[in-house]
């Protein structure tokens, strides 16, 4: 049995490969498919090994588990934690991954299903064509400011309104940044209405979407996004190991009697978090059945935010009691 240890970069990849005896092998080869294709030839049929999460490691974990190994993906803040070092470079890194597959000490990473991967890209693309919409937005209101105007989206589209703005002395350039960055977020709204038109079946037809939006704040696109990053949701045992894997738990530091909890860990999905933070906006509204924990909440920390987790995590700030109900807005599921 060889085990291995790979560093993935854009361009090389450094790899590291030793058996019970102790022999080691090292090199860098190029990280594609042919550099992959090297490192097989090299090290044999039977191996076990792991590389860091990274882009493109998922891909490099199916093809060498097509060839018959044993491949795992690491958490890269895990291997950090298990491993430090003083001298971080590609070789030592992949050295390193090595020797915790032989120590069978490798925190292996769970991921998720083509399909899953599938719908996530989906909902990633329509989040970025979101931002550039707002950023092309916020863009034309600035060159509005620039010259004392203010003026929404809509009387911006209103026939005659760029003729308008020339009569009130703002130079051609000015308008003609405005008209190209309104026919970018008309075809920016193109392209996110057919996103949404692609999504809104695949959510009907999900059993578990159609559970969520019957917890109040999400939609269907919100609840599709929580399906998607959480993936199977038997895998997670209970709603306190949900929050965790979502990164929304808060710190929590003990050294002999005293304890202190700190903001949420940030660990998980960013995505995941997005989504239950957004359906946690409508926590203020009277008929939210979290409303006197946001409010008692908001009120003690002076600010929204704080408010805001605890919506949507079981564990309350430092061990203050939960007010209104026990189960955490994300863990309705999760129960």
Known sequence: MQYVGID??????????????????????????????????????????????????????????????????????????????????????????????ARDL????????LGDRELRERLRRREHLVHLRTSARNRMFGLLTQWGLRGSLTTLRKPGALERLAE??????????IRTLLEVVDDLDRQITQIALELRPIARTDPRVRLLVTVP???YLLALTIVAEIGDISRLPSARKLIGYAGLAPTIKQSGQSSWVGPISK?????????????????????????????????????ANPAKSATVSPVHDRGQPAIGPTIPLLGVWGC
Request: hydrophobic letters at 45%.
């Open 8 to 101: 993935w970069g854009t361009r090389r990849a450094a790899r590291c490969a030793f058996d019970e005896r102790g022999e080691m092998l090292e090199g860098t080869v190029s990280a594609n498919v042919d550099g992959l294709a090297r490192i097989v030839r090299a090290v044999g049929p039977e191996a076990y090994g792991c590389v860091e999460m990274m882009s493109g490691a998922v891909r490099v974990r199916e093809q060498l588990r097509a060839c018959g190994w044993r491949f795992a993906v690491a958490d890269a803040r895990k291997v950090k934690a298990i491993a430090p070092l003083a001298c971080k470079t590609d070789k030592v890194d992949a050295r390193v991954l090595a020797q915790l597959a």
């Open 217 to 219: 704040g999400l939609g």
């Open 106 to 113: 490798v925190a292996e990473l769970w991921v998720p299903s």
């Open 267 to 303: 660990a998980g999905s960013p995505m995941l978090r997005w989504a239950a933070v957004e359906a946690a906006q409508h926590a203020w509204r009277p008929t939210n059945p979290w409303n006197q924990l946001c409010i008692k909440t908001k009120a003690r920390h002076g600010k």
């Open 168 to 177: 009130r002395d703002v130079p051609a350039v000015w308008i003609g940044s």
